[in-house]
Each structure stands twice: as C-alpha cells, then as structure tokens.
C-alpha cells in the first residue's frame, strides 16, 4: 500500500507543480487576472507550489526505502518523471488544451516506460 500511497500524492503534488509551473500561463484567458504583473503571477505561482511540496515530500519520505517504503531513491525519482510527464500531458491536452497528442509523445512515454523497466529491474 506504500507504493500505491506514494504514487498518488505524487500524481497531486504534479497536479500543483503543472499548475504553478504553466498555469500562469492561461491567465490571459481569464479576465480578471489577464492584468496581473509578473511578481503577482509569481506569488500565485509560490501559493500553488506550497501545495505541490506539502504531496510531494510525504510522498517521497513514504516511498522511500530507507524509511520503509518500497522504492530506491532512483526508482522514487524515475516514477516521480513519469507521473510528473503524464499528469502534464493531461493538462496540455484536456485542461489547457493547447497541444494535441501526437505519435512522437506516444513514443517518448514508450521509452520513459522502458526506462522504467530498466530502473526497476534486478540486473
């Protein structure tokens, strides 16, 4: 249950990253904040980033085998991109539906997914 615990808080804590990284950028889609300068949109981006690290580092400590969780710092790191990628991806194209979904992307999950592989994999 740790890994399963570890990977959904870090699937939020990316849903906040996203938001505060490339959030701002959809403001001007938003009239009352269409006029906001560039330290307002950097304290917005601060407040939604407070939340991504509340998930994020629970989510690490938890995972974290030191700590008796189930995945190596390495294995916390690759699992920590590939959520962060895919939870991006989503917002991309569902929520700020600015890109669409290509076949290059799919081949790039493609080889974060081999990467994956790799990482995890006993050698």
Known sequence: MKGFYTILLLTISNLFM??????????????????????GVILISWGLAFFE??????ANRLGFQENGGPFSLFQLKVIQEVV???VFTLCAV????????GWNHLLGFGLLVA???????KW
């Not at 690290?53 to 629970?58: I, L």
């Open 18 to 39: 996203t938001f505060a990284w490339y959030g701002h950028l959809q403001f001007k889609k938003i009239s009352w904040l269409h006029g906001l300068g560039l330290v």
């Open 53 to 58: 690290y509340v998930f994020q580092v629970p």
């Open 94 to 101: 569902y929520v700020f539906k600015t890109d669409k979904l």
């Open 84 to 86: 962060s990628l895919t």
């Open 115 to 121: 990467a994956v592989y790799v990482i995890f994999k």
